[in-house]
């Protein structure tokens, strides 16, 4: 990842500015925070939903995770996540309705 930013820094360079109010943010400071702060991943996970549960586990956990979820019935949770499905498909058939 390092390689790579440093890759796009040195593209920056080349580059003109786009405009004179072009933001001092550059694409590749953004990324590098976004990978130092983890933000990348949360994001990954929330992008890609096949994978989120492996990404949360290996780079999102703080270790407290696990906890939660022993504490809560397995069942229950099961339970709330399905009513909160189903409210979620009745509002985008309501939606689709409109359109």
Known sequence: M??????VEKAEVTFPPLAKDEPTLRLS???RESWSSGRFWFNYAMR??????????????DGKGREILAKEDAEQLADVKMEQ?????????????FE
């Open 2 to 7: 390092e390689l790579f930013i440093r890759e």
């Open 29 to 31: 400071a953004a990324m």
């Open 48 to 61: 890609t939903s096949i994978d989120d549960d492996a990404v949360y586990w290996e780079a999102l956990d």
């Open 85 to 97: 499905f189903a409210a979620y498909l009745k509002e985008k058939k309501d939606d689709q309705q």
